[in-house]
């Protein structure tokens, strides 16, 4: 009898580490892909470049899934990067899969919004548009993605008319309104859906407007939509 219940025991456990090591495989398969846009405000692009200007296309990169920065967190100021800016942008959470996405449908694909912050080592960033590498270095390193609670989109009348702003030690240091996208979210996600699949929990930082600045250690950051506050962390 003992040796059938340790028989049945190792069965059991055999079973249940197969679940396990399966579950963690496929979490690894299946990590978040994070979007980013870059130069997707006219006014930004002027305080950066010099120009009011829109690209051809939109300008899209991406983050590494270790750079997502959230639950109020410290950011980690790295102190071989030289100076690290804030660009406080809304993000959009992707909630259906999808692939080569009309634009006419791309509302579909997306449920809520935050606020997130972009961290960009600037100087490096210079250094690599100058040499024309990509922006990985600058843009995905750990941390560089601070991300809110998320707010259902049937919170709001219309995406594209969502004011937020972003406080340092009390005060407002930028804002914005998503109506002055050169490249409205729908939009976005249709062009990005051409190269990429699409899939639910993925995220998209639709571009920051005006006012980006450095952090620096001990500044305390709180991340609005409208008068809702979403993001709120500290630097270190």
């Known amino acids: 009898m003992k040796s059938e219940n340790s028989f049945t025991a190792f069965c059991l456990i055999s079973t249940l580490l197969r679940r396990v090591s399966s579950a963690r495989h496929l979490v690894n398969l299946d990590k978040m892909k994070i979007f980013a846009v870059g130069m997707n405000y006219l006014e930004h692009n002027k305080e950066l470049h010099g120009s009011l200007f829109k690209p051809e296309e939109p300008v899209i990169f991406t983050k590494a899934d270790s750079a997502v920065l959230k639950d109020h967190k410290p950011f980690f100021i790295p102190d071989h990067m030289g100076r690290i800016d804030y660009e406080t942008e809304i993000v959009v959470r992707i909630s259906k899969l999808g692939k080569n ?3 006419r449908f791309a509302h579909r694909y997306y449920d809520a919004v935050t606020v997130g912050i972009d961290f ?5 960033q210079k ?3 100058s040499e024309g590498k990509p922006w990985d270095l600058c843009k995905g390193f750990d941390g560089s993605a601070a991300l809110g609670e998320w707010v259902s989109l049937d919170k709001f009348r219309d995406i594209q008319a969502i004011h937020f702003h972003l406080d340092i030690n009390g005060n407002t240091v930028q804002e914005g309104c998503t109506s002055d996208m050169l490249y409205r979210v729908d939009q976005l996600i249709a062009y990005i859906s051409q190269y990429f ?4 929990g993925d995220i998209l930082y639709t571009g ?3 006012g980006v600045g450095p952090v620096h250690i001990d500044d305390h950051l709180e991340g609005y939509i409208e008068d809702r506050k979403v993001l709120e962390f500290n630097c270190k």
């Open 101 to 103: 996405i009309s634009e």
């Open 120 to 124: 960009t080592a600037r100087e490096l």
């Open 127 to 129: 250094k690599l548009r």
């Open 197 to 200: 699949t699409l899939k639910t």
């Open 208 to 210: 920051t407007p005006a």
